[in-house]
């Protein structure tokens, strides 16, 4: 026994030697790249105020921003962020599949609608902070494609919530309306998302977030009521284990809006937060928290509340929703294509200018 405990010892030595030896490997595999760059060197478009330095340089080979996913600079905890809860959500879709039937049960569909956007939102944004510093239209496009992301997020979410969480008295009151209202508002924050980054040169930053936060925040509102109607009508809420993940999902997300609108805690430590600490860093990590208690109160509501959403949406609607969510998806990217051949054609007229 003494000679196999022993075996198995020195077996888990040498794996924990090859642990430690993952981050040289990756600096090997990384060649060296070229050093980042302060505020003052960069475009204005580029600057985020009170974040000083770790600016990657500009016009560089795509190999360039790819790599710099293993390099420090004042995007490299927004990328991680957002990656790594890419893996997580894509752990959870394939730990639920084993029980849940996504192809066969009609009645499963919504939540995995919201699976599939919660992907869609954390790879675009991942794509977008990677790779948006490669030049000006590269800035433009790959936020309007962080956009289009957040927009089929909101709409999964209208969903579950209006489908697996809402209370008999609510869907009466709104069934015909809601999840129509909901794709229109996720399409609407989008396209205002997109003309908020396209007109940020002229717009000053307040003006800025107000067109880019009322609309999210009117989406917001709608698709989160019949959460927070669930919240204040169900007695005892201990007895339903779901409402205290929607209760979670609700409090991550009004603190991370917290952290997209305040430039907090860079503007207390200008310069000090520009790898660690910044607001935005906190915004992608709330929201995730945001996603997976969602994701989990939906499950939790698709498990236990069979009778009432069968009865509400009969077995014709999940196959509508789903076709609503494809429309609201490609008129989304179509607003953002659109839009990105308004940047080209602007920057073409002013390089022509010069
Ligand atoms: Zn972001």
């Known amino acids: 026994i003494a000679t196999t ?13 090859q642990v430690q030896q993952v981050p040289q490997m990756l600096k090997e595999a990384a060649p060296s790249l070229p ?18 330095t770790g600016y990657r340089q500009m016009h560089q080979g795509w190999r360039y921003y790819f790599l710099s996913l293993f390099q420090r600079h004042n995007e490299t905890v927004n990328v991680w962020s957002h990656l790594l809860s890419t893996l997580v959500v894509l752990m959870k879709l394939s730990q639920l599949a084993e029980t849940v039937d996504f192809v066969g049960d009609v009645h499963a569909w919504p939540l995995l609608i919201l699976l599939l956007s919660s992907l869609a939102y954390m790879m675009c944004s991942t794509l977008a902070h990677l790779l948006s510093a490669k030049s000006e239209f590269c800035h433009y496009a790959f936020f309007f494609l962080d956009y289009v992301g957040v927009a089929l997020y909101q709409y999964g979410s209208a969903l579950v919530h209006f489908y697996y969480a809402i209370e008999g008295s609510w869907h009466s009151l709104l069934q015909g309306m809601f999840m129509p209202c909901a794709a229109f508002l996720s399409w609407f924050s989008c396209l205002a998302c997109c003309y908020s ?17 009322v609309p999210s925040g009117l989406a917001y509102a709608w698709d989160i009521s019949p959460v927070v109607h669930r919240i204040f009508s169900c007695h005892p809420c201990s007895q339903d284990p779901a409402v205290f993940f929607h209760v979670g999902q609700v409090a991550f997300f009004l603190s991370s809006a917290f952290f997209f609108t305040q430039p907090l805690p860079q ?6 937060c520009d790898v660690l600490g910044q607001g935005h860093q906190l915004f992608h990590v709330l929201l995730a928290l945001c996603t997976l208690s969602q994701i989990e109160a939906s499950r939790l509501d698709y498990l236990g509340r069979r009778p009432l959403y069968q009865r509400l949406h009969g077995d014709a609607a999940a196959l509508h929703f789903s076709l609503l969510f494809v429309f609201t998806g490609a008129v989304s990217a179509l607003t953002a294509v659109v839009m990105s051949g308004k940047v080209r054609s602007s920057l073409d007229h002013r390089d022509k200018l010069k």
């Open 197 to 213: 980054k396209y007109w940020s040169h002229n717009l000053p930053y307040w003006h800025r977030k107000v067109v880019q936060v």
């Open 35 to 52: 050093c980042t760059m302060r505020e003052g060197e960069v475009p204005c478009y580029l600057r985020e105020r009170y974040i000083h």
């Open 267 to 272: 503007k207390w430590f200008p310069g000090r």
């Open 5 to 17: 405990v022993m075996e198995k010892i020195g077996r888990l030595f040498i794996n924990l030697q």
